[in-house]
């Protein structure tokens, strides 16, 4: 599930901002559906929500950096984010998330330098019966293996 | 003759076994038989390590088969085709199977049978039995919640009953009804499970919910980790509207209802019902001081009824049966049942409902089969990354909420999280310590700062570091947490953190380091 990202563009976000001012508590589905365009919130992009939403910009920085999803830069065009909740701990994720660091040269959180791949933890996917499980591009995987995570590490090569 | 029906369920953790290249498969098994099929992508019946979980509609009920990969499609397929045939995989009349014989269904009655994307399957299964029941008296409806016993299924037990009458009472000119559906938990699928598999109980739940509080709008919080059941639950909001169960006449009533998904942005501490409330209102997700609570002042201001899911999805039944029906299962004060989930490393995880007061040790080594990996279970995390571990020793726990209070523990939202013998319990209480601080919303002092001062202090007692002083350190700032702290994040992470040290002290012994005075003398 890899969208189509756009680079930055002052009209698309004034678009996107658009489309969703006017719900109660625009912030939240405005930042995500920033994100869901440019990848990541630009930070042109700030001022506008703020302006639009009537708040300080420090306020609409304060909610972009508060919540774990919304980047301050681009992602990889793949994301692999493995669970690194109790669950999947009880199962063994501890060592497949050692071995993808191994083999992506990465540590979690980051972005590989000729923007491959991100590497990412995530807490939970709701996957805990059927763990250790991951997540790429959007596409959740379960009973998560080094065969397996292999073959997702492979995948982001791609 | 007419399509054959098979059951791919679309649910989450199936397709993350594969479902969906098996939905595939089974499409193009039947092209090559030149056979016209019917795919329902159902939700799951719970039994997870069965997953992919098929079934087949045949005379004689439903067949299943499982866990199908991708290289058993055809024989199954063909087995399938003779009305159910033999198969090494075949698992036979699902209800028949002894995980789902044992389990008393309610609030899952209709997971794993119905198709999520169809309003008129989950009417033809006992959908909207409540809901018309509930408008042709519409007074009753809190005394008939209050009355049944329910109580919050997020992890507070608040009874419902009593949070809607204040909603109730309250006078202005808008109220909401808010689900909570950021299942952050580990070991907790429950929610999910729900909203991909029966999304429409739990419209009419909170459908009933705002004809009895006098609220005509509500919003689903779904946490961002779960885009399957943000589609569904996106779906069958729109079917609903399309059907007439929402909008501005709910079934064909006066009352007026709607409903909106609002997705969370991967903050743990937004499962906290006031953070969440910020978060809905485009802030940053702070708890909220109480009071006021938010039955009086909840979301933008306004009397807000904030439920779990499951509460929310169980209050259906308990219109169409009544309250009697509902609280005549359980224990003490804990009324029903249980959606418990079974996890992490279990031989049979999955969803196991059952009415409260079945013991720990049951729901561990009868249902779950204890570990996968072979090994005996050493550890036992009940309610979420908040929850107390559970050591052998204290499985004869019944699974309710007193009891574990009693024994310093909590049942949360129902998840289990089994580890084997391998496990590091005092890797398990730094984990905990960390989670809560990164995790924290940063409001109030015992959690920001004690979780990053816990964290340090784990490390200082593992390394032999004037172990002693620092284990009196670690309760006394533990106890601050628990006491000082303005929400369960910072107030509860006390419990996997004390119990681990109270139940498996060997494990916080130093290992690598020899003897402790030998460091204390060196510092």
């Known amino acids: ?158 | 003759m007419s399509a054959l029906r098979i059951y791919v369920p679309g649910d989450a953790a199936s397709v993350a076994c594969g479902a969906d290249d098996i939905a595939m498969a089974i499409r193009a098994a039947a092209a090559a038989h030149k056979v016209s099929v019917q795919i329902v992508r159902n939700g799951s019946r719970g039994l997870h390590w069965l997953e992919p979980m098929l079934e087949v509609e045949t005379d004689a009920g439903r067949i299943a088969y499982g866990p199908v990969e991708p290289a058993d499609v055809d024989s199954v397929f063909a087995a399938m085709l003779a009305d159910g045939g033999e198969h090494r995989l075949r698992i036979g009349v699902p209800e028949e199977h002894p995980f789902l014989k044992k389990q008393t269904r309610l609030t899952f009655a209709r997971c794993g049978i119905v198709d999520p994307r169809s309003l008129e399957d989950y009417c033809a299964h006992g959908g909207y039995r409540g809901l018309n029941r509930a408008l042709t008296k519409p007074a009753p409806i809190i005394d008939e919640i209050t009355q049944s016993g329910l109580r919050g299924r997020g992890g507070a037990g608040f009874p419902t009953g009593i949070k809607w009458k204040t909603v109730a009472e309250a006078n202005a000119d808008r109220k909401y009804i808010v689900c909570n559906a950021d299942e952050g938990d580990s070991g907790t699928f429950a929610d999910r499970m729900i909203m991909e598999g029966d999304p429409f109980v739990l419209i009419e739940g909170m459908t009933i919910a705002g004809i009895a509080v006098g609220a005509t709008k509500g919003y689903i919080y779904i946490r961002s980790e779960y885009p399957h059941a943000i589609d569904a639950m996106n779906d069958a909001i729109s079917s609903g509207r399309r059907g007439g169960v929402l909008g501005s006449t709910v079934c064909g009533s006066t009352y007026a209802f709607d409903l909106e998904v609002r997705v969370g942005a991967g903050a743990y501490v937004c499962g906290e019902e006031t953070a969440l409330l910020d978060s809905l209102e485009g802030k940053r997700g702070q708890v909220r001081a109480k009071p006021p609570l938010p039955a009086h002042k909840g979301l933008f201001g306004k009397p807000t009824v904030i439920n779990n899911v499951l509460s929310l999805a169980t209050v259906p039944i308990i219109m169409d049966k009544g309250a009697d029906f509902y609280k005549n299962f359980g224990k003490g004060r804990s009324r029903g049942t249980m959606p418990i989930q079974l996890a992490g490393n279990l031989k049979f995880g999955g969803l196991f409902e059952t009415a409260f007061g079945i013991t720990l040790g049951e729901l561990v080594d009868d249902i779950g089969g204890g570990c996968f990996t072979g090994r005996p279970v050493k550890a036992v995390q009940v309610g979420g990354p908040l929850g107390a571990y559970f050591p052998r020793a204290l499985f004869d726990t019944p699974f309710d909420y007193e009891a574990f209070a009693a024994r310093d523990g909590l049942i949360g939202h129902g998840g289990i999280v089994v580890f084997d013998d391998s496990v590091d319990m005092a890797k398990q209480a730094r984990f905990a310590m960390e989670f809560c601080s990164v995790e924290s919303c940063g409001k109030c002092t015992p959690c920001r700062i004690g979780s990053t001062r816990g964290v340090e202090t784990v490390d200082r007692i593992i390394k032999g570091i004037e172990r002693e002083k620092n284990l009196s350190v670690l309760t006394d700032l533990c106890n601050t947490m628990k006491f000082g702290s303005l929400c369960a994040l910072g107030g509860f992470t006390p419990y996997p953190v004390m119990s681990a040290l109270t139940h498996f002290p060997e494990d916080f012994k130093p290992k690598d380091f020899g003897a402790a005075p030998h460091l204390e003398a060196a510092e």
């Not at chain 1, 189509?4 to 006017?22: C, P, Q, R, Y």
């Open chain 1, 1 to 158: 599930m890899q969208t189509k990202i756009s680079g930055w563009d002052a009209n698309l976000a004034t678009e996107v901002i658009a489309g969703h001012k006017d719900r109660d508590g625009a912030m939240l589905p405005i930042l995500h559906g920033l994100q869901e365009v440019f990848g990541y919130i630009p930070e042109p992009a700030v001022p506008m929500v703020a302006e639009v939403l009537n708040v300080s910009r420090a306020e609409v920085h304060g909610v972009v950096t508060f919540y774990h999803d919304f980047r301050e830069a681009p992602a990889g065009r793949h994301v692999l984010k493995i669970c690194r909740a109790e669950a999947c701990q009880a199962t063994g994720c501890d060592a497949l998330a050692a071995r993808a660091e191994e083999k992506l040269g990465l540590k979690f959180g980051e972005t590989s330098a000729d923007g491959r791949v991100t590497l990412e933890p995530i807490y939970c996917l709701g996957l805990c019966s059927v763990s250790p499980s991951a997540m790429i591009d959007g596409r959740v995987v379960a009973r998560l293996d080094e065969k397996k995570l292999d073959a997702l590490i492979e995948e982001t090569a791609r």
